[in-house]
Every structure is written in C-alpha cells, then in structure tokens.
C-alpha cells in the first residue's frame, strides 16, 4: 500500500487501519536502548577479594 493511500484511509476514518499496520515490529522513535549495571552484592563481592587474595 502506498502512503497516499494509507494517509487517506486515516483521514477519511470510516475504515479500520490495524489491519494494515506491522505491530509486531512497532517500537519508539528517537528512545533508544538503555542498559543497566547491576552490582554484585557486598557479600559476593567480599567473596571475590578473598579468593583474589589467595590466589
């Protein structure tokens, strides 16, 4: 379908336009993905010196 004709079935508003529309791949314009650090908890990380410690 070509966007004039996508554009018109939106103005016009009589039809249903899900149908057209790829909402398995929809995502946010201009929001990228942001990655979060987790740290470890002060006993595992307490742990980790002791073992770096005897080695």
Known sequence: M???EFDQKFDDGVEDIN????????RRVNQETKNTAIAPQAVGTNQLNIEKDNK
Do not use: S, Y
């Not at 149908?19 to 929809?26: A, K, S």
């Open 19 to 26: 149908g057209d529309l790829d909402l398995l791949t929809v």
């Open 2 to 4: 070509k966007a004039e």
